[in-house]
């Protein structure tokens, strides 16, 4: 690190990985330096999740990964929120102007000058050793929850609970989630905890088990007419498949209660096709989009997982290369159970006792 008087100090990235535009596969590369600004903090990474979005920049030349964790080492000037050994997070939004009317409301997610992962500061990503960002969109992380579980947390534990507070759910109202993976293995704890009436649907009986150990009250298997055994209608149903369900059967009377809220939470590029919109205007049910966690929520999410015991269930890696593949490929496939971590072994978790 040099620094001088007419300039902010540099400080050193060390490694990123990045994908290739023709191969697609993920080198880690020299990030190089960058100046660490008086507002901003500079982290060691410790463990990073791997998110279905990082794979569609896999053929870009940028910095992957944004469920990022780790330990801070050394803050701006005009940092007074975090000092140097703290654990922190970040997500997939890391900058705002602060200034317009949606950030003046809380919701800094839907500023028009937001700075999200693979859109702006491409330089680094959370596969990576250190990454530097306004200490605004830092989050401390409590001791009660190691950094390996609490990176998936950053997007998609971000992504799931700002869904259910926006949905207007409540502790009594029936809810179901479809899709028992990496977000809907979460969704289901939230809501369980909570204090939901909670439905998993999933494809096939082979996780009933396990949704019903998360938190579900009953679990249906959609296959072969299993969607007409459900005991009552939902209310919510938040949607976590990549693949799109059968919209037809999932608003029907059968599935959604009139009035009911239907919330997808994955990005799918296949058009959102109904054969009929009878059902939704007759019933009066309500589609409805939802981004990550702002800044308020996204701490309390923090707050609310690490007080209620809910933990990503999740895959390590080593972050190198082969690692970092593995899980691209194996993500790719549809092969985990249910979150990727890659583990930075230059950096400890200082409370996990493991990684020691």
């Known amino acids: 690190?040099?620094?001088?008087?007419?300039?902010?100090?540099?400080?050193?990235?060390g490694r990123s990985f990045r994908g290739d535009k023709s191969s697609g596969r993920i080198a880690a590369h020299d990030a190089g330096e960058v100046p660490l600004q008086a507002h901003e903090v500079l982290i060691d990474i410790v463990a990073s999740g791997l998110c279905g979005t990082d794979l569609h920049y896999r053929k870009a030349s940028i910095g992957l990964g944004h469920e990022g964790v780790g330990v801070v080492s050394q803050v701006g000037g005009?940092?007074?929120?975090?000092?140097?050994?703290?654990?922190?997070?970040?997500?997939?939004?890391?900058?705002?102007?602060?200034?317009c009317d949606n950030c003046i409301r809380?919701?800094?997610?839907?500023?028009?000058n937001?700075?999200?992962?693979?859109?702006?500061?491409?330089?680094?990503?959370?596969?990576?050793?250190?990454?530097?960002?306004?200490a605004q969109f830092l989050h401390r992380i409590p001791d009660s929850l190691l950094l390996k579980h609490a990176a998936p947390l950053q997007c998609a534990g971000a992504t799931v609970l700002s869904a259910i507070v926006n949905s207007g759910a409540q502790p009594w109202d029936r809810v179901g989630v479809v899709g028992l993976g990496g977000l809907g293995h979460l969704a289901l704890q939230y809501l369980a905890k909570m204090g939901c009436d909670v439905v998993a649907f999933s494809g096939s009986d082979s996780k009933r088990d396990e949704a019903l150990r998360l938190g579900a009250k009953e679990f249906v298997a959609a296959k072969d007419?299993?969607?007409?055994?459900?005991?009552?209608?939902?209310?919510?149903?938040?949607?976590?498949?990549?693949?799109?369900?059968?919209?037809?059967?999932y608003t029907s009377e059968k599935v959604?209660?009139?009035?009911?809220?239907?919330?997808?939470?994955?990005?799918?590029p296949e058009p959102f096709r109904l054969k009929s919109y009878q059902s939704i205007i007759s019933r009066e049910l309500r589609i409805m989009g939802s981004v990550v966690a702002s800044r308020p929520l996204h701490r309390q999410m923090i707050e609310f997982?690490?007080?209620?015991?809910?933990?990503?269930?999740?895959?390590?890696?080593?972050?190198?290369?082969?690692?970092?593949?593995?899980?691209?490929?194996?993500?790719e496939k549809g092969d985990v159970r249910y979150r990727f971590v890659l583990i930075n072994e230059k950096h400890a978790d200082p409370l996990d006792k493991s990684s020691k």
């Open 305 to 331: 997982s690490a007080r209620h015991g809910i933990q990503p269930i999740i895959e390590e890696l080593p972050m190198t290369e082969e690692g970092v593949n593995e899980a691209a490929d194996r993500l």
């Open 78 to 99: 005009g940092v007074e929120s975090f000092k140097k050994g703290d654990r922190v997070g970040w997500g997939y939004v890391h900058g705002a102007d602060l200034t």
């Open 114 to 134: 937001r700075k999200l992962f693979g859109a702006s500061n491409t330089q680094q990503g959370s596969l990576g050793d250190h990454y530097v960002i306004n």
């Open 1 to 13: 690190m040099t620094a001088s008087s007419s300039s902010a100090p540099m400080v050193s990235l």
């Open 225 to 249: 007419g299993g969607l007409e055994k459900l005991a009552k209608p939902v209310k919510y149903l938040f949607v976590s498949t990549s693949v799109q369900p059968d919209w037809d059967a």
């Open 106 to 112: 809380g919701v800094d997610t839907l500023c028009p």
């Open 256 to 268: 959604m209660a009139s009035r009911g809220t239907v919330v997808p939470l994955s990005v799918s």
